[in-house]
């Protein structure tokens, strides 16, 4: 056995496991003095980069040359900061430290050569040896910076992909001992290696926590040991192990390990059992103990630590999303109609639909977050070339051909299922055949030209028959003639229909699109094979064979009157044929609507602008986060019955009860590191509160919240059981808010994390907080206990 027990939790040592979580720390302001770093720093120790050739380049810096235009083209000095998590770098008139600097764990993709719109544009020039492009996540804009020799460009290219490799095979404890220990070294004010108690206060502030002066006194107290009124060596650890103390962990571990303090194979397995995790046994409480367990000593004597215990709650498999839902999961071989497919409106834009810009860049973000239908405004180009943009609004223009080449060469990245090109007509019969032209020998075996041969003609062929291939959503001939002897576009038929046409963008007369404007090619129209866009007329499947291969485009007012006039037939339509709806045209914003309303009725293709982040966007985000994050979802087994008799306004009794609550014993509902929101104001503390929202069918929609906790956004506890009772669990998404709390004015947006309830873990759970663009938060987090029960 082993020797006492271990009465008490050690420090995690240097040698513990790395569980492949994908996080990193909180914005990291570069130091004041931002003199060269120490390339012997903890954290790239810790990372094994301390004599890597590429990182040390990094940390010395460079001055490279960032283009922006032909004409903006400036040389700024770029360095590494010694956390190896940040970048510093120069402007041309100095600005609140957090604006000198951009996160690793921010960066999507380091691009090398012209590789980006922005260098093939302004940077041609250049040698592409000499280039590359750091792209972000959100809506930051990409960075295209020229190195003054190739040599040094590698050094960059090779570094960052470098510390982003490390960073994802950080475990949650690693990155919050970086989070930590950087703010330790920022609060140093004379860097001499010791904390006076100043600097402790000072410390504190940074953490977003606000405590009084006696008790932060006698914190410090006692670990001064030496009795000097500073702090050094062991007795700063000992501080930053009194401050990460998470005692609602130690209460619930105590409850299940009792007085000796560690978990045997079979408390821990009771624990397990405890959080409803099915088919739990001996053999996967030893396989959790070897994997997160962080003593050498406990881990041969089949034993966990709080230490372990920690780790493992903090890991994937402790967070409230079920880790084998990361995964693809879900059957791949049904029908396109039976699944949710991630969906972009005006994908080129990457701002508003008056005057933002255009850009293929916009393409690649989108395929990035597992977007799978595309939209292409097409609009007659000079040069015989079609353009696209937001017709006759101050929106730029990008090349038809380049859009494709951007399909091409990023559609299948992220995931292998099928990218739909949902394209909007503008064009005449020439650049209609030019488009068709530069689909086929660009796209080459990827584009879908024919029918399969093995296809069933009553349905649609499956995500996983389509793997690696593009649809073309277009009007195919003969095609469906509008009253006017021509037909129109998708949009237009729906503006049209319900008044909603805002101005000359909506309806054109012919001779503004160019010669034959509204015909359709021959050439274009071949290529509409599965997904012919076809005006709405019934919802009722006429007496002829099945059509599954029309798709109908309706707009978020058209889709709403449906879903509340003939509930059940839109959702018995959508069983059978693929249906998009996108926002009206009256959002010039680029604002986006609620995406929840049409999931419900069973809308596969729900277009909604990604470039606007908000609620909106969380949803979508949150219902694709699912199935390896794929872009496809397959639906409840009600919205894919072609007899079902579902409908979403009268879903039936309530059958399933959510509690998020703090349990009788240890009451938890708590968050962790929260970041503070006015970074350049140190005595700014945020005072948050939680707020669960359920997004379902209109009678399950609901959201309740706690109190606020005054000035503590690094450890705040509530006390309160939060519960919802639901009638369509299948469809619901649940949305986790922080707010800070305002007296005076509306509260400021914290984070959030939004998932299924069906991917929804219970027991005592992680939940690790995005930002408003999606970007993580780590160490942020929230802890929590989830109860479902069914009827």
Sequence with gaps: MLCGRWRRARRPSEESPAPARVTAPLELPPSPDHTAPRPGSRALKKMGLTEDEDVHAMLRGSQLCKIRSHTWQKERLYRLQEDGLSVWFQRRFPHAPSRHIFLVQHIEAVRQGHQSEGLRRFGAAFPPARCLTITFRGRRKNLDLVARSAEEAQHWARGLDKLRVRLEAMSQWERLDHWIHFYLHRADSNQDSKMSFKEIKSLLCMVNVDVNDMYAYRLFKACDQSNDERLEGGEIEEFVRQLLKRPELEELFCQFSGEDRVLSTSELLEFLKAQGETGATLAHARQLIQTYELHETAKRHELMTLDGFMMYLLSPEGAALDPAHALVFQDMGQPLTHYFISSSHNTYLTDSQIGGLSSTEAYIRAFSQGCRCVELDCWEGPGGEPVIYHGHTLTSKILFRDVVQAVHDHAFERSPYPVILSLENHCGLEQQAV????????????????????????????????????????????????????????????????????????????????????????????????????????????????????????????????????????????????????????????????????????????????????YEMDLNTGRFLVNGRCGYVLKPLCLRQPDTAFDPGRPGPPNTTLTIQPCPSPQVLSAQQLPKLNTEKPGSIVDPLVRVEIHGVPEDCAQQETSHVL?????????????????????????????????????????????????????????????????????????????????
């Design 435 to 614: 488009m068709a032209h530069h689909l086929r020998t660009i796209l080459g075996d990827q584009l879908v030209t024919e029918v399969l041969g093995t296809q069933d003609p009553q349905e649609l062929p499956s995500p996983e028959h389509l793997k690696g291939r593009v649809l073309v959503k277009g009007k195919k001939l003969p095609g469906s003639w509008g009253e006017d002897s021509r037909p129109v576009s998708d949009r237009e038929e729906e503006e049209e229909e319900d008044g909603e046409a805002v101005g000359p963008a909506q309806h054109r007369a012919p001779s503004q699109a160019g010669p034959q404007a509204g015909q359709i090619s021959p050439e274009l129209s071949a290529l509409a094979v599965y997904c012919c866009a076809t005006r709405l007329q019934t919802l009722q499947p006429g007496p002829g064979p099945a059509q599954p291969c029309q798709v109908s485009s309706l707009s978020e007012r058209k889709a709403r009157k449906l879903l509340r006039e003939a509930g059940n037939s839109f959702v018995r339509h959508n069983t059978r044929q693929l249906t998009r709806v996108y926002p009206l045209g009256l959002r010039v914003n680029s604002a986006n609507y609620s995406p929840q309303e049409m999931w419900n009725v069973g809308c596969q293709l729900v277009a909604l602008n990604f470039q606007t982040p908000g």
């Design 711 to 791: 000035n503590n956004g690094f450890n705040p506890r509530w006390g309160q059981t939060l519960q919802f009772l639901l009638r369509a669990p299948e469809l619901a998404l649940v949305r986790f808010v922080v707010e800070d709390y305002d007296t005076a004015s509306p509260n400021d947006f914290v984070g959030q994390f939004t998932l299924p309830l069906s991917s929804l873990k219970q027991g005592y759970r992680h939940i690790h907080l995005l930002a408003k663009d999606g970007a993580p938060l780590s160490p942020a987090t929230l802890f929590i206990h989830v109860c479902a029960q069914h009827s």
